[in-house]
């Protein structure tokens, strides 16, 4: 479930970036933050710093079975896999016209939800990022998880464009979107795929021991 929901992930990613129309949240966030203050040094340098330093803090604060594999395969390998998503999705579709950008926007948001299901539920470390809304919803059980995602993506979409808006970092449909779905849709996918995988997979690994 660790390996499908990280790779189906950075597929996804790549078809979010081809519909150009715009970024996730915690992608907003870190383009204002490199906007504003980091713009001196390359991107990719500046976002492994970021994570590295949102592990830290999670490790300090947060849940620690939170951080696992899945954790460093995010934060080393995924970004290799984003860039073969995008330069495949271009290669399909050279010249997409309306339709085809929102076809990739649609198609990119529901399978990064149920990818993020899939890992979450792989319970194999999740990315530093969504470290912090799962635990906010496991210490804050009376508020469900839609709720608290919706919360800290729009929060970071803030962040990002005010940080970043002289850099022309601007929120498109696809963040406004992410945003407000991606809560209720991992929600839904845990709850009626996910979960009743990994728990139906325990049960078949026990009866045929």
Known sequence: ???????????????????LMGLDPFQVFAHGLYVR?????????FY???????????????E??????????????LGY??????????AVFPQPGIGIHIF????????????????FDGDLGVSTYDALALTMSERMKKIPFRFIRITTDICCVLIGVLCGFAGGIRPGIGTILTAFCMGPFIEFFRRTITKP????????SKTTA
Not at 37 to 45: R, S
Not at 106 to 119: D, P, Q
Not at 197 to 204: I, N, P, Q, S, W
């Open 81 to 90: 896999v984003v860039d073969f998503s995008t330069w495949l999705w271009k």
């Open 1 to 19: 479930m660790t390996a499908v929901g990280v790779l189906l992930s950075g597929f996804s990613v790549g078809m979010f970036q081809n519909s």
């Open 104 to 119: 990739l926007l649609a198609a990119g948001l529901l399978v990064l939800c149920f990818a993020s299901a899939m890992y």
């Open 37 to 45: 203050f980091f713009h001196q040094t390359d991107f990719g340098t």
């Open 197 to 204: 995988l990994r728990r139906d997979g325990f049960r078949r």
């Open 48 to 62: 492994l710093f970021l994570n590295l330093a949102i592990l830290i803090f999670d490790l300090l604060c947060l």
């Open 64 to 77: 620690r079975h939170l951080i696992g594999i899945a954790t460093f395969i995010n934060m080393f390998l």
